[in-house]
T-cell receptor, first 112, second 116 residues
């Protein structure tokens, strides 16, 4: 079945550091890939997405490229801020009902 | 703004006392989902409605039921809450069913359920 593997957290970075959160997937067919962010006590917000190989999703300085050859969708940001502290979920979506398979989530803590 | 709304944000119930959580959407999406999220875990899909068709996940306990009286509203009923049902419950919607790529799911803010 479909699955998503994310790097385990927590990840602790200083403000302005470079961020990478690794995400790899296993899927049949051609899934869409998503990164969602969850701030404390809130629901999930879409951060970015990519729907086919070599697509790059980007938003708020975050980027991720859909790599079919390595089945990966790593999240990157060049300079993190304290306000980026949250839990990040990688997910793949398939099927006519757009069901999502989530990774376990990676907690990011950014300090001054 | 179009959005997904969940009420209440916080719900306290007693062990075994039925509880209903509600979700509404102004996005006019045809698919609505209910997830359970326990602390420090990924959301777990309980079931979804594709239009009026109910789709239960294989491992969703019978204690959890859902109703969708119209396109805009969806309810999660927990018939006899146990202590293990304390969690955040997330509602999401999407405009699914086309031949294109998987559409985005849009999430509500969640309802945190406490079982005493």
């Amino acid at each position: 079945g479909d699955s998503v593997t994310q790097m385990e957290g927590p990840v602790t970075l200083s403000e302005e550091a470079f961020l990478t959160i690794n995400c790899t997937y296993t899927a049949t067919g051609y899934p869409s890939l998503f990164w969602y962010v969850q701030y404390p006590g809130e629901g999930l917000q879409l951060l970015l997405k990519a729907t086919k190989a070599d697509d790059k999703g980007s938003n708020k300085g975050f980027e991720a490229t859909y790599r079919k050859e390595t089945t990966s969708f790593h999240l990157e940001k060049g300079s993190v801020q304290v306000s980026d502290s949250a839990v990040y979920f990688c997910a793949l979506g398939t099927g006519t009902a757009s069901k999502l398979t989530f990774g376990t989530g990676t907690r990011l803590q950014v300090t001054l | 703004d179009a959005m997904v709304i969940q009420n209440p944000r916080y719900q306290v119930t007693q062990f075994g006392k039925p509880v209903t959580l509600s979700c509404s959407q102004t996005l006019n999406h045809n698919v609505m989902y209910w997830y359970q999220q326990k602390s420090s875990q990924a959301p777990k899909l309980l079931f979804h409605y594709y239009d009026k068709d109910f789709n239960n996940e294989a491992d969703t306990p019978d204690n959890f039921q859902s109703r969708r009286p119209n396109t805009s509203f969806c309810f999660l009923d927990i018939r006899s809450p146990g202590l293990g049902d304390a969690a955040m419950y997330l509602c999401a919607t999407s405009r699914a069913g086309g031949r294109g790529p998987t559409d985005t799911q849009y999430f509500g803010p969640g309802t945190r359920l406490t079982v005493l």
